[in-house]
């Protein structure tokens, strides 16, 4: 009677842990074909192509097409699901990385990649449906570049938006190394159909070229004419804009700017940042871009050289040369300072962005040497390397390197109530704007809060526009067309303001070369 009572009970054990469905372990890892540069041409070399990790995406587990679990990939591209088994699911991967505040995390992201030819869709990467059948399931999930040789990318080109997306990994893992910092999202538009177009039309891909604006980043994708998806350098570039319009400041105006051009120096300090920040994040100072058939060719810029063409305050080569050796450790030239990033961020996230003057390499350098005077003199061999005065203040009132602009000099007209100043824009080293002496600046000195008006009063038939600006925000305009007077009427704190102003043509088209009156009086 014993003996049965003991088989029964074995019986009903086996029976509940047979209606018991186990676990079972799917795990794999997320990877990229990753499209590495030619060190000869600076195009893409397909033949040297390998796999790198899909780092810090979510890896979603689905059941009948919704979302029932979420991983995060780790430094390898791993995740790990635990699932009862006999079961349907499929893994799809995010072109997408975010970071709350849930795991305690000081820092925070959210950064997507997004094909804006296609309603902003976001990129993402999935398994065919299958069965959970055993215990431990392998399923990796691979990113092709599309690629294949003799007929270019026939196919799909999966692999390029989590290459922009693991380059901006790369940015936020130099970061935490060195700093504390909450970035609002940012979101990535890339498409195959991105082409350098005169007119803009985004839903179409015609972006004119690759470029960051109000949070938002647009990478030429079209191929055999130019990509920027594997372009690291050009990614982190534009990153770094991001980084000075959100955490920083940039006065920069933007518009077309190459290695050799005479700039404006807030275009100069923009651009030159954004290169020397993509040497930075990578270490790597050999800024590469690929382009044409195939995408076989490229150019590459030289970030560390110190014998750039047209050295001064108004060549981003001079600046990106002068930021990135006071970052890496190599010693070279002049430059015997390894400062590394974090003092770099705390002059852009801190004095720079109160500054009253306008964003320039005086600015910077002003603020770092009161930081690190201990470097003052090795500060001041790599300006005066880069035909930059190293008697530096914030204005650039030392400044004896004109550009071969007369017009150039000095940076800022001085102005107070009651002044009146003569002021002559120029047009010799171009006209596009956002070349040396395009803009004259005017400081306007407020002895008290109050009401205060700026007159532009042209000397022939231009159309002069004038904006008042407090600490690099805009506080006052006139762009209407006309030959009239300019009559700016605001109030100002108490302190300095500045007025950048421009000339164009009657018709208000063309930056012309000319002179006109300022006047500033107190109401």
């Not at 109530?417 to 407020?446: E, I, Y």
Request: proline share 4%.
């Amino acid at each position: 009677m014993n003996s049965w009572r003991t088989l029964c009970a074995i019986a009903a054990l086996l029976l509940i842990a047979g209606c018991d469905i186990p676990n079972a372990e799917i795990k794999g890892t997320v990877t990229y074909e990753k499209v590495p540069h030619s060190d000869l041409s600076h195009g893409l070399e397909y033949t040297k192509s390998f796999d790198a990790p899909v780092r810090g995406v979510p890896v979603e587990l689905l059941e009948d097409g919704q979302v029932i679990d979420t991983d995060i990939t780790d430094e390898l591209g791993q995740y790990k699901f635990l699932k009862k088994m006999d079961t349907f699911v499929q893994i799809r991967v995010r072109a997408e990385s975010v970071n709350g505040t849930d795991d305690g995390d000081e820092h925070e992201w959210q950064v997507k990649v997004v094909d804006n030819t296609n309603d902003k869709a976001l990129y993402t990467m999935m398994t065919d449906v299958f069965k959970v059948n055993r215990e431990s399931l392998n399923k990796d999930l691979h990113a092709s570049s599309g690629w294949v040789e003799g007929k270019g990318y026939a196919n799909t080109r999966s692999a390029a938006p989590f290459h922009i997306l693991d380059k901006v990994y790369d940015i936020i893992v130099k970061l935490k190394a060195v700093d504390n910092v909450k970035l609002p999202a940012l979101t990535v538009n890339w498409s195959p159909n991105n082409i350098s177009s005169q007119v803009e039309d985004f839903a179409t891909g015609k972006i004119i070229t690759s470029h960051y604006q109000n949070n938002e980043i647009y990478l030429l994708g079209a191929e055999n004419v130019d990509t920027d998806e594997y372009d690291q350098h050009v990614i982190i570039h534009e990153w770094g804009h991001f980084f000075e319009d959100n955490l920083a400041r940039s006065d920069s105006i933007g518009g077309a700017h190459a290695g050799g051009d005479y700039l404006d120096m807030r275009v100069a300090f923009g651009e030159g940042f954004g290169n020397a920040w993509s040497a930075m994040i990578t270490d790597k100072p050999i800024y590469q871009d690929s382009f044409d058939v195939d995408q076989a060719a490229g150019f590459s810029i030289a970030i560390e050289n110190n014998n750039v063409v047209n050295p001064g305050w108004f060549s981003e080569g001079s600046v990106q040369s002068v930021l990135y050796d006071i970052y890496d450790e190599a010693t070279d030239g002049q430059d015997f300072i390894q400062l590394g990033l974090k003092p770099i961020l705390a002059v852009l996230q801190g004095q720079q962005k109160e500054t009253p003057a306008f964003t320039s390499i005086f600015s910077f350098m002003t603020y770092l040497k009161e930081q690190h005077p201990e470097y003052s003199n090795d500060f001041s061999k790599l300006l005066e390397a880069q035909s930059i005065t190293s008697d530096v203040d914030i204005w650039g009132s030392n400044a004896t390197n004109d550009g071969t602009v007369a017009e150039a000099l000095p940076l800022y007209l001085d102005m107070q109530p009651g002044d009146m100043q003569r002021v002559c824009t120029s047009t010799s080293q171009g006209a596009d704007w956002n070349k040396l002496a395009n803009h004259r600046f005017l400081k306007l000195n407020a002895p008290s809060a109050g009401s205060y008006t700026l007159t532009l009063t042209p000397s022939r038939n231009n159309d002069i526009d004038g904006y008042i600006l407090n600490k690099g925000e805009e506080i006052a305009k006139d762009e209407a067309p006309g030959i009239e007077p300019v009559i700016l009427t605001v109030d100002l704190p108490q302190g300095i303001s500045i007025a950048d102003t421009i000339a164009y043509d009657e018709a208000g088209t063309s930056v012309m070369a000319t002179c006109f009156d300022a006047e500033f009086t107190m109401n």
